[in-house]
């Protein structure tokens, strides 16, 4: 009985002295490992291209004494819309309906108890194109047909892939002149690229406008698409030598 116990315990004494001993190791080994030195830096950079594709958010608002009655105001006003917008697109682009709601009206005055005074009705529609040409025209034909608002209108282009390359490089290149010249400073010199990631979007030209005023059909809405910009960020980790 009292052997077993001895060896118990000195088994037990063996399993704690080589722990500990298999960290001293360790530990010596990794004090002589020097760290690494490093420098990181972000690079920017950015790009300017012609759109290809436009989107345009109409809206037609109708108000009546019913909830019925303005629905179905609304109903026919979009129909007239939709087929304006069909007629002068033509096959060049897409028409969806977007959103749609009919909600109360209430009259607000502090004095009385809020009561519905009538109902408010609202349907939009997108449309989609790659004829800049046809924006201003499209514009003009829904409000003539009886859409009173405009809500956005965006530029934007179908495939930025040459455009993000370019504002990649543009990065890259920006990162590395910090690069060089911080360690210019600092009296070392680079070395091998140790760590690059980047990120690169496009953003869209967004025209926000409000509500449509009826306008003459000799009068053209003009419309200017300007460019779209592209922009990256590169960071780059160096190694010092």
Do not use: C
């Amino acid at each position: 009985m009292k052997l077993r116990f001895r060896a118990a315990a000195a088994g037990l004494a063996l399993a704690i002295v080589i722990p500990a001993f298999a960290a001293a190791a360790w530990a010596d080994s990794g004090a002589n490992t020097p760290a690494m030195r490093t420098i990181e830096v972000d690079g920017s950079g950015e790009t300017r291209t012609s759109p290809d594709t436009a989107d345009l958010d109409l809206a037609i608002e109708t108000e009546a004494k019913t909830a019925e009655e303005a629905a179905n105001r609304n109903a026919a006003l979009a129909t007239k819309v939709i087929d304006a917008l069909k007629s002068k697109l033509g096959d060049k682009g897409k028409i969806t309906t977007g959103g749609y709601s009919l909600n109360p009206e209430y009259d607000q005055r502090a004095s009385e108890k809020p009561r519905i005074i009538g109902y408010n009705a609202q349907n939009s529609v997108t449309v989609h194109t790659g004829a800049l040409d046809l924006v201003g025209p499209l514009i003009d034909s829904a409000i003539a047909a009886g859409a009173n608002r405009v809500n956005s209108l965006d530029f934007s282009v179908k495939d930025d892939t040459k455009a993000r390359t370019e504002a990649i490089a543009i990065a890259t290149r920006d990162a590395r002149a910090q690069a060089e010249a911080l360690a210019s400073a600092l009296g070392v010199k680079l070395g091998k690229v140790l760590k690059a990631t980047t990120m690169a979007q496009a953003r869209p030209i967004p025209m926000r406008m409000g509500r449509a005023m009826a306008m003459s059909a000799s009068v053209a809405t003009p419309v200017e698409p300007g460019e779209v910009t592209v922009s990256a960020t590169v960071s780059l980790s160096f190694e010092i030598e």
